[in-house]
């Protein structure tokens, strides 16, 4: 279950924290904490963008580096009707929605954090970083703290998933 911290999983989280300390700013370089260059093991990736949103291109620039199959970008004419489909809620909100596979990811989270809900695949919907956070991928800047990324699941939406 995602709340519960494995070895492995306090190992990854204290490896993305010393990359991420390091790299500053994801969204300009592309790298990321990824212990291997394995790709995410999804075959069908969609990422929905708001229109005129360079930090958009950049996420999917940088999560396009990681999929295994192919990842399509879509800017709907209304990408808030699209995060209402898919279950967001108002306050997990970003400037983008990635469905991958069976699973919906808000904003720009982490790759590190992508694989760890899909190698854990618990029941959930998704995963969300709300808003727009400096240093996390696609975004310029260094990164005030951790990023808190939150479940998304119907009434069980905002408790949190992980912190890197």
Known sequence: ?????TRRRALRLG???????????????????????????VDDAQQYSSPGCACCEQYASYLDG????????????????????????ADLRSCHTVVLDEYVVEGHVP???????LDDEPAVDGIALPGMPRG???????TDGPLTIYV?????????????
């Open 111 to 117: 790759v590190a954090a992508i694989a760890t809900l």
């Open 1 to 5: 279950m995602a709340s519960q911290l």
């Open 15 to 41: 490896t993305t924290v010393g990359v991420l300390g390091v790299a500053g700013c994801l969204g300009a370089s592309g790298t990321d904490s990824r212990e291997s260059d394995d790709p995410l093991p």
């Open 66 to 89: 990681y999929v295994r199959g192919n990842l399509s970008e879509t800017v709907p004419d209304d990408v808030a009707a699209t995060k209402r489909e898919h279950g967001i809620p």
């Open 136 to 142: 996390s991928p696609g975004m310029r800047g260094e």
């Open 152 to 164: 998304v699941d119907g009434d069980r939406s905002g408790r949190v998933y992980a912190e890197l």
